[in-house]
């Protein structure tokens, strides 16, 4: 190898190192000018990006159809990772769909080299949107339109999915506005800050933090809400935790969210609510807790408002979806003050009302259960409609309510129910109750096909106190009572069930302002009525209890025309249409109708009884002289009686007194459930007075009684329809005669001539004069009628036998003069039945001593009572004697009791007399009124009428007179010089 050849090879490893460094240098020196040109290039980039994106932004909304953007600055720093947007302003139309103050985010570029694209702050600051919503058009946000009415494109599946890890580590929104207008809707909605912290989706357990306040209204005047929230969005089980508060918030900012009927809305809102929620793969858990209030609360359409002054709610909601069943459990309080709802014809006004309870619901696929424990209380409330009214002061309701529904419908409701202070009117008519009570419990059963027929059960006790019915404008009180209890049951088919009913001090039709003290008088009055049970099923399936009647008493007031004027009171204020004649009703009956028999009755009694002091008053204010009879029931009693043995007696036995010395025994036995008439019925009246019916028949047969009393014996026996009957009459000292006391009304004069007077006079005197001939023909020798009279034969048509009162009459007029031999009789006591005042006048009657009473009273004039002795030493010692006592008045009674009159109608009259001249003040002795006539006439009458039973007590109870023996009268003015009680035989 040559020297050349040699250098060369050792030349060739250093120029191949050269060439390397060379060549390396060559390469640095690339790099450097590329990295150069990089730098060069990147500021040039970080300096035009944020012109190209503030340009990029500006056309990208300005091809939105917006007129004009301006951007006053936009920044972005790649180090840092800040991206900043400063007074953007968009218009449109002349308006300004958007304004944003300042907007900036920082990226967290750390956290792309863990693929986690992370928002490490996002911040919006004085914004205000515009949101224009058309339904089935467009959606305007910010002047960016969203076609409404156009199909959206479907998303197609993405190829892979998200690898990438999202997350938000601080979002905050402060003073932003959204303007929202809709159909009806023009309201901007503040949100003057919102928080939102740590949503990371790599970390599901850490929960995000929300903060939010919003402000409704430009001003902040509508109130608005805040509130904390914990958020686990990401987590298997998600997670909501928080609370949210209202404060103030005023309902009238949402008026125009409403439907276009809702004229007015307005109400103050405010409280709190605590909610957590949980959800696992669709199984969602929550508890809610509610504090919240609503004030001044006003809501108003064309036909209706509706008021409240207050509204509370409390309470706690847990709900629960697991698999499909959902579940609720809910324990709160509601109340309500001052509330009111008007319409065109309604109005209803609630002072308050609480409700207070647990709630249970169950609903798993078409089945619901319903469970709760209530409490109700409602106050001061009334409801009108038109010209009726419902008022209470207080109702109470406790209880439990369960309800399920799948297949039907079934209600059960169990509890206790209190009113307090009701009050329901209906035009003149107006009910009132003290307080109603209601225990018990009630199902019902609501077939869901029509043809199912619906049942109903409910079964307690009820209790009522203090009841009235009044009609105000006749001033009458229709009924009332004070207490009422009783167990109740009712179902659907028909079936009522009534226990232990009990009804206190009840009082039927009474005018509250009776002219007179008989017109003041009730209908009736009763202590107590009891009844031990009452069944009814369907329609003719009856059992009834035993019934007990305590202290009844009766006023029947005739008028006239022989009307019971309150009964009469009573039915014309009934609401029914009395004018107005019942439509007969039609009915269409089909072929198997038309085969089946009626069902008939199926009753049994168990029996009634009257108890304590029973009184029917019969009273005839409106006739001259009044009539007032007194009837005391004893006894009263009725048997059992029963359709499984229709043909077994049932006992009757009737105990009463008339007056004070009228006996009425009515003993016997019926069979009422038999198809014909079965009966065996023994009657007793013994000395019943008669003159005092008069007022009952003397404008009907011209004749008044004038003295006499009644003495029967009826025996009555019926027997499939057919009557054997036994009656023996005896009337004691009875006669009558023409009335003239009360004429007709009276014949113009000239209009009867002198033949029609004439014969009308002496039609007149045949007619009496045919009468006591009639009746003395009857007269025994103690001047009185003792018959038997047998009726017998069919009920439809049964026959008299005047045999026995032919045959007295006969002998009785033969046998003649016996008064005079009974004269004679009577001494040493004759001398008191001799001398011309006293002896045996033209009448046929011996006239005795009248006893003499004081004038104007009913007082025994002096020397008196040693008269009535011997009178009833007398009658004990001649026990054949009867003595007919009659009471009369004469012109010395009259002239002191027209004074009387007089002297109280001047003391009531005296104030309106003062300004009158002298003259008229003498006019007051001018003769009666008609009014006070009738007062005049019926005072004097009950004066001699208390005189004649002031003598015959003195008789039967100091002497010991069978009271059959005396006799009374028809008060008279009789012409004497003293005022009495007359003694005749």
């Not at 049932?650 to 105990?655: E, K, Q």
């Amino acid at each position: 190898m040559d020297l050349k050849s040699r250098f060369k090879s050792r030349l060739k490893p250093l120029s191949e190192k050269s060439l390397k460094a060379f060549e390396y240098w060559q390469s640095f020196s690339l790099k450097m000018r590329v990295f150069i040109i990089t730098l060069l290039f990147f500021g040039i980039f970080l300096t035009v990006l944020p012109y190209g994106i503030k340009w990029g932004m500006k056309q990208a909304l300005l091809k939105q159809g917006l007129e004009e953007v301006h951007i006053e600055d936009v920044s972005f720093n790649l180090f840092t990772g800040r991206f900043k947007v400063e007074n953007m302003l968009l218009k449109k139309a002349g308006k300004e769909p958007l304004k944003l103050g300042e907007f900036f985010f920082d990226f967290d570029w750390p956290s792309l080299f863990e693929k986690h694209l992370v928002v490490d702050k996002l911040i919006l600051l004085k914004t205000h949107v515009h949101v224009d919503f058309q339904p089935k058009k467009f959606l305007d946000v910010a002047g960016i339109i969203i076609p409404l009415n156009k199909e959206t494109p479907k998303e197609e599946p993405a190829d892979g999915g998200l690898t990438w890890k999202l997350g938000i580590n601080s979002l905050v929104l402060k003073n932003t506005v959204v303007s929202v207008i809709a159909p009806n809707i023009d309201k901007d909605v503040r949100f003057e800050e919102v928080a939102l912290n740590h949503l990371q989706n790599w970390e599901p357990s850490m929960p995000a933090d929300m903060t939010f306040k919003l402000e409704v209204g430009k001003g902040k005047e509508y109130g608005g809400f805040k509130g904390h929230m914990k958020v686990n969005a990401f987590s298997e089980t998600q997670k909501l935790v928080g609370q949210v508060e209202i404060n103030n918030l005023l309902l009238q900012a949402y008026e125009k969210f409403l439907p276009p009927e809702v004229e007015q809305l307005a109400a103050k809102v405010g409280g709190k609510i605590n909610v957590s929620a949980f959800n696992k793969y669709g199984d969602v858990q929550a508890k809610v807790n509610s504090d919240l209030k609503l004030e001044n609360g006003i809501v108003q359409t064309k036909d209706l408002q509706a008021d409240v002054g207050k509204i509370t709610f409390n309470g706690e909601s847990d709900v629960s979806l697991l698999s499909g069943e959902l579940k609720l459990q809910n324990d709160a309080k509601l109340s309500i003050q001052n509330a009111g709802l008007n319409t065109s014809d309604v109005s209803l006004k609630v002072g308050g009302l609480t409700l207070e309870g647990t709630r249970n619901v169950l609903h798993k696929d078409q089945s619901l259960q319903v469970k709760a424990n209530e409490s109700l209380t409602i106050q001061h409330t009334a409801l009108k409609q038109k010209g009726n009214q419902l008022s209470f002061d207080d109702l109470q309701w406790k209880g439990h309510v369960e309800t399920q529904k799948d297949t039907k419908t079934a209600l059960n409701v169990d509890g206790t129910l209190q009113l307090a202070g009701i009050n329901l009117s209906q035009k003149a008519l107006v009910l009132y109750g003290k307080t109603l009570s209601w225990q018990g419990n009630t199902d019902l059963d609501i077939p869901s096909e029509s043809k199912q027929k619906l049942k109903v059960k409910t079964q307690g006790k009820v209790a009522l106190d203090k009841w009235t019915l009044t009609n105000t404008r006749k001033d009458l009180l229709m009924s009332s009572f004070d207490s009422l209890d009783s167990q109740v049951g009712f179902a659907l088919p028909l079936s009522v069930s009534v226990k232990d009913f009990s009804l206190d001090e009840v009082t039927v039709a009474q005018f509250k302002h009776g002219k007179t003290k008989q017109e003041h008088l009730p209908l009736a009055q009763l202590k107590s009525f009891n009844l031990k049970h009452f069944n009814l099923v369907g329609t003719n399936k009856i059992n009834v209890g035993k019934m007990d009647v305590n202290s009844l008493k009766v006023n029947l007031d005739f008028d006239e025309n022989k009307h019971i004027h309150q009964f009469d009171a009573l039915m014309a204020s009934l609401p029914i249409d009395q004018k107005t004649p019942a439509k007969k009703q039609t009915t269409t009956h089909s072929k198997t109708d038309k085969k089946a028999k009626p069902s008939s009755l199926q009753l049994m009694f168990d029996g009634l009884d009257f108890k304590g002091y029973n009184r029917v008053e019969l009273l005839t204010h409106a006739t001259q002289p009044a009539m007032h009879k007194n009837i005391d029931i004893r006894t009263l009693s009725i048997g059992k009686l029963s359709y499984h043995h229709p043909n077994r007696n049932t006992p009757i036995r009737l105990l009463a007194t008339i007056d004070k010395y009228t006996k009425v025994d009515i003993k016997g036995k019926a069979k009422p459930l038999t198809k014909k008439v079965n009966m065996d019925v023994t009657t007793h009246i013994h000395d019943m007075d008669l003159y005092s019916f008069s007022p009952l028949i003397k404008r009907d047969l011209g004749y008044r009684i004038q003295s006499g009393s009644l003495n029967l014996t009826s025996d009555v026996k019926v027997k499939d329809d057919m009557l054997t009957s036994k009656n023996h009459v005896l009337l004691v000292g009875f006669d009558m005669e023409a009335d003239d006391s009360d004429q007709t009304q009276p014949k113009a004069q000239g209009t009867e001539n002198a033949v029609e007077k004439t014969a009308n006079e002496a039609s007149g005197l045949m007619s009496a004069t045919a009468l006591k001939f009639g009746l003395n023909m009857l007269r025994d020798s103690r001047d009185n009628i003792d018959l038997d009279l047998p009726v017998n034969g069919d009920l439809s048509d049964p026959g008299f036998d005047a045999t026995s009162a032919i045959n007295i009459a006969l002998r009785n007029a033969l046998t003649g003069g016996t008064k005079l031999a009974l004269t004679l009789a009577l001494q040493p006591y004759g001398a008191i039945a001799m001398a011309t005042s006293y002896a045996y006048n033209q009448a046929n009657k011996i006239q005795f001593q009248s006893v003499s009473f004081v004038a104007g009273k009913n007082e025994l004039s002096a020397g008196m009572t040693e008269y009535l002795d011997k009178m009833g030493k007398l009658l004990k010692e001649k026990k054949q004697i009867t003595l007919k006592v009659c009471g009369y008045y004469t012109q010395q009674d009259v002239d002191l009791l027209t004074e009387a009159i007089r002297v109280n109608d001047a003391n009531k009259t005296d104030n309106e007399d003062n300004g009158l001249p002298q003259q008229q003040k003498q006019a007051g002795q001018q003769p009666l009124s008609a009014e006070a006539q009738v007062e005049l006439n019926q005072q004097l009458y009950d004066l001699a009428k208390s005189r004649q039973r002031l003598v015959k007590d003195w008789l039967v109870e100091k002497d010991g007179i069978d009271p059959s023996r005396l006799t009374t009268c028809h008060p008279e003015l009789e012409q004497e010089k003293v005022t009495g009680v007359s003694l005749s035989m």
